[in-house]
């Protein structure tokens, strides 16, 4: 007659075969750094720390960086370019152009305040984006994902949602000058046709900046006609600024699609979090009742035993 701890260790090995202890042979060590499958150990540690390194985050922290250094140094020389050229031939008082002049100055402060959060933002995100992967690749090692760290994840998705509509308005408002001086250069190019073809006087081509609202209505000039303006495009200042907007503009265009890149990578990276958890929970409860299991096995030998 089978007894039911008899029944209960059997329905144990059935259910559970690949549970039972494995025999494992010794393998002779190798000489030198050499594995047993005939690649250096260096080799190996090298293919496994490059494994471990999160190419999208690193990228997108390469492409945010340059964007944002492209933004920030372009457009600091850029305004205070425009401010010199507004000085010299739009607005020669200096009462008229002394709000904007502030301004200009309060946004070259912003800049570097802009230059600096981002640099040390984007570092966070690239060690976001190794503690992410390593959370992925060691799902089944000692490594424990916490509810803290998908807080954090969370949070940096959330954060990086604002920015990267924050960066829009920055790359809408940088296409503001590049138009600007897209006009002048423009209006210079019609200049430059008519004295060829000399059909009209050049007096009567102008560049009114103050219809921009950039300076008041009362500021003297306020417009450059005919050879001023003749002067005006052939000067430095001019066309080092014009590019320096459009590399500025090129700046917070590239910016953006790295905030666009980063919350791609974030939103995965918080999915493969959250199933990393999941998967947590269902291995302690799967090593919890193989725990229990043994205990009914140990218990069920000591029955056995002490019938026989």
Known sequence: VITRP???????????????????????ALRGNISPLGIQGCFECCIKCLGGVPYASLVATILCFSGVALFCGCGHVALTGTVSILEQHFSTTASDHALLSEVIQLMQYVIYGIASFFFLY????LAEGFYTTSAVKELHGEFKTTACGRCISGMFVFLTYVLGVAWLGV???SAVP????????????????????????GDQICVDIRQYGIIPWNAVPGKACGPILENI??????????HLFIVACAGAGATVIALIHFLMILSSNWAYLKDASKMQAYQDIKAKEEQELQDIQSRSKEQLNSYT
């Open 233 to 242: 495009c052939n000067t430095n200042e001019f066309y080092m600024s014009y």
């Open 171 to 173: 790359f809408g408002f």
């Open 6 to 28: 008899e029944m209960e260790i059997g329905r144990y090995h059935w259910m559970y075969r690949s549970s039972r202890p494995h025999r494992y042979h010794h393998v002779p």
């Open 178 to 201: 590049v138009f600007m001086f897209y006009n002048i250069w423009s209006t210079c190019e019609v200049l430059k046709s008519f004295q060829a073809n000399v059909t009209v006087p």
């Open 122 to 125: 984007g570092i966070i995100l």
